[in-house]
């Protein structure tokens, strides 16, 4: 049955109906006074008419979650609307959605915007639940400022939107469930302690062809995957991490070392401009294991090894005091002055790219003011008018040949040349070469 509904007496009204499915049309913005439970053995969908999206915004005696479904045989989906938590007006310490039981399928489509929430705008406990499409603007939380996944439930993301979300860990998700996130921008978020946008747990984790831009925490200013239960993570296809920050230890991923050999990152992964202030310089014992598991080589920094700098970290190996890859390590000797005036100058790299090293091909432009002071002294002052210059050179190694060698047995007849085939396979399955017998039986 479909219900228009533009106030909370109307939106009561429909969630009273007998009917086993309830779509609810939102015809005009209104604001939500109370609580709305999703009935038992109810199919809930709520979306706006042509006209939309309109916004549902908390009231000021809304301070419960706003939709809460725990009822069994029950679900509840989402599109085209936007719920406003109207932080500014009303604090409270509850979600926009709250779904609390595991067999409630719960699906957030493609239109939804969830914003301006005190608490985590979307908490989770169900087994059946996806994002697709939708927006987490500018909440605030505890544990996840858009959305809280509870261990024993199933999160799957795709083309979602996760920017401005702030928390004490997990910046935009904080997940112990089975977690995928599937070509997201997840951006601008904070977290004060652990994970600026992912702080991950207990169960697996798969991150594929997402944006991860400019976070910030303490540790892990991508993201953060705690150490209370072994687990696999893996990030491949495009994903991208990008300029973020970790106060402490890893500027995109940290990682506690009795987990590291779980976390799996593929060839086209990128990492660039990531920063951290401190790190550990990679134990040799984990060398093998991360040429095992780190297939990428697109580093903040030419690297060695991928773990325990500006990118990778986790706490086993020397310290490393000071890693802030906008430490100044370039010092030009001094310029000299006679007379006051304005002095413009461009810095620039110029050495050219060669033996796998490429060059940085930014130019900053540089002001350099001398006045005399009081006394007729000569001072200066220097002004970087499109920032502080930054040079970034990226390492890629030379390819190398690795020959493999094999033997053909043949019984009760002699082999011929070329008579069989062999293939070299890597560990997704893809073969990579191929060969064949010779008469003696080298492959």
Not at 126 to 132: D, G, V, W
Request: glycine share 8%.
């Amino acid at each position: 049955m479909t219900y228009n509904v533009n106030d909370m007496t109307s939106l009561k009204t429909a969630m009273a109906s007998i009917d086993a499915n309830i779509d609810i049309i939102v015809t005009e913005s209104f604001i939500m006074t109370e609580r709305v439970t999703i009935p038992e053995g109810k199919d809930v969908t709520i979306t706006s008419d042509d006209g939309g999206p309109y916004t549902i915004t908390r009231g000021e005696s809304a301070t419960n979650d706003l939709f809460y479904a725990h009822l069994i045989n029950s679900a509840f989906s989402t599109s085209n609307i936007i719920l406003d938590g109207n932080k500014d007006n009303v604090t409270t310490n509850s979600s926009l959605i709250s779904v609390t039981l595991g067999s409630i399928p719960l699906n957030i489509n493609e239109g939804t915007i969830l914003k301006n929430n005190s608490e985590t705008a979307l908490f989770t406990a169900s087994r059946l639940a996806k994002i697709e499409k939708a927006s987490f603007l500018n909440n605030t939380g505890t544990n996840g400022g858009a959305v809280y996944a509870s261990t024993g439930s199933v999160l799957n993301i795709n083309d979602a939107t996760f920017i401005d979300n702030t928390a004490t860990n997990g910046g935009a998700i904080y997940s112990s469930a089975i977690l995928s996130i599937e070509n997201s921008i997840i951006k601008n978020n904070i977290a004060t302690t652990a994970g600026g946008a992912i702080y991950h747990s207990y169960n697996k984790l798969i991150i594929s062809d997402c944006e991860i831009i400019n976070n910030t925490a303490l540790d892990g200013g991508g993201a953060y995957f705690a150490n209370y239960y072994p687990t696999d993570y893996t990030i491949d296809g495009n994903t991208k991490f990008i300029s973020n920050i970790a106060e402490n230890n890893g500027g995109a991923i940290w990682i506690p070392f009795q987990y590291v050999e779980r976390l799996k990152v593929e060839s086209n992964v990128e990492f660039s401009n990531n920063s951290a202030k401190q790190g550990y310089l990679i134990d040799s014992a984990d060398i093998s294991m991360h040429d095992n598991n780190i297939s990428t080589k697109n580093f903040t920094t030419p690297f060695k090894y991928g773990y325990n700098n500006y990118d990778i970290s986790y706490n086993r190996g020397t310290l490393l005091d000071d890693l802030d890859n906008n430490k100044e390590n370039i010092k030009f000797p001094c310029i000299e002055f006679t007379e006051p005036g304005e002095y413009y100058y461009t810095i620039r790299e110029t050495s050219v790219s060669e033996n796998g090293w490429t060059t940085d091909e930014k130019e900053y432009p540089v002001v350099i003011t001398v006045t005399a002071d009081k006394d007729g002294n000569l001072v200066s002052s220097v002004d970087y008018p499109e920032g502080k210059p930054v040079f970034t050179n990226k390492y890629t190694p030379h390819s190398i040949c690795v020959p493999l060698a094999a033997v053909k047995i043949a019984i009760g007849a002699p082999l011929k040349d070329g008579q069989f085939t062999f293939g070299v396979f890597d560990r997704h399955g893809n073969q990579v070469t191929t060969a064949t017998n010779t008469a003696s039986g080298q492959i």
